[in-house]
T-cell receptor, first 115, second 112 residues
């Protein structure tokens, strides 16, 4: 596979469930990102990882827990979510973090519905 | 704080015609980068075009070009010879020192 892949593509979970989103990039990039995309709102940056270290945490609730075991993989662990957390969660990667000209490459997203 | 504003939630254009999507931003920085990203109905976002603020020349990529007005903090996207495959959400984005800031997007529909 090429580019940035995300699994699952769709996820429905109850508020008491624990689930994980997975992202994998095949581009040899050093930076990876999680975004939340809600209707009629700008994409919200959640987390940034650079060389497996978290460099940005945009005041995201602790019910979202990221994990970056290596530079190619990024997870978002979910627990005790709220219905307002329903959204499209996008993963992205770039050559380096914090460099303006670096294009970010996005995955197809996971459509999350919290019941 | 930097912000990006896209004032057109939806636009439509007939195939082969030209359409312009508007974007304004607010910043006190002098050097930065601006982007237009396209998100087709399949949802994978891709880069359309990129502009470096210190370059006065407007960026072009085939049928896509920008009108970058630094003093006015305006960064519009022009799509020439629109094609059905151009139907998508278009996001304007600004990159400051450490992150990408997106607008709310413009949904473009190209009609045959």
């Amino acid at each position: 596979e090429t580019g940035v892949t995300q699994t699952p593509r769709h996820l429905v979970m109850g508020m008491t469930n624990k689930k994980s989103l997975k992202c994998e990039q095949h581009l040899g990039h050093n930076a990876m990102y999680w975004y939340k995309q809600s209707a009629k709102k700008p994409l919200e940056l959640m987390f940034v990882y650079s060389l497996e270290e978290r460099v940005e945490n945009n005041s995201v609730p602790s019910r979202f827990s990221p994990e970056c075991p290596n530079s190619s993989h990024l997870f978002l662990h979910l627990h005790t979510l709220q219905p307002e957390d329903s959204a499209l969660y996008l993963c992205a990667s770039s050559q380096e973090a914090g460099v303006g000209y670096n294009e970010q490459f996005f995955g197809p997203g996971t459509r999350l519905t919290v019941l | 704080a930097q912000t990006v504003t896209q004032s057109q939630p939806e636009m439509s254009v007939q195939e082969a015609e030209t359409v312009t999507l508007s974007c304004t931003y607010d910043t006190s920085e002098n050097n930065y980068y601006l982007f237009w990203y396209k998100q087709p109905p399949s949802r994978q976002m891709i880069l359309v075009i990129r502009q470096e603020a210190y370059k006065q020349q407007n960026a072009t990529e085939n049928r896509f070009s920008v009108n970058f007005q630094k003093a006015a903090k305006s960064f519009s996207l022009k799509i020439s010879d629109s094609q059905l495959g151009d139907t998508a959400m278009y996001f304007c984005a600004y990159h400051n020192t450490d992150k990408l800031i997106f607008g709310t997007g413009t949904r473009l529909q190209v009609f045959p």
